[in-house]
Nanobody, 124 residues
């Protein structure tokens, strides 16, 4: 089973940008859909963006036009470019497989494991 390590989070002001990276412990070439998730304090984890091997991409409505997901199978890495950040984007961001899932709230128990995540904090 592929394990994921997320990085790139930090503290930014409203309107700022961050680029998150997620690298797999093994090849992700056979994982049909990869996704970025986030969990804000006291809230349920939600799927923010997905990218498939066929380059089909989906976003949570609240991030459309601001976030861009991409994947580089050769580097075993999935990226999330986040622009025009808002305080409501503050959360711990995770990546994981997303086969059969669409953007929105998710049941974390259906996943075997999660990485440590990367904290994104947007100040107002």
């Amino acid at each position: 089973q592929v394990q994921f390590v997320e990085s790139g989070g930090g503290l930014v002001q409203t309107g700022g940008s961050l680029r998150l990276s997620c690298t797999g412990s093994a090849s992700i070439s056979s994982i049909f859909v990869m996704g970025w998730y986030r969990q804000a304090p006291g809230k349920q984890r939600e799927l923010v963006a997905t990218t498939s091997l066929h380059d089909r991409i989906n976003y949570l409505d609240s991030v459309k036009g601001r976030f861009t997901i991409s994947r580089d199978n050769a580097k075993r890495t999935v990226y999330l470019q986040m622009d025009s950040l808002k305080p409501e984007d503050t959360a711990v961001y995770y990546c994981n497989t997303a086969n059969g899932l669409g953007p929105g709230l998710i049941d974390t128990t259906r996943f075997a494991s999660w990485g440590q995540g990367t904290q994104v904090t947007v100040s107002s």
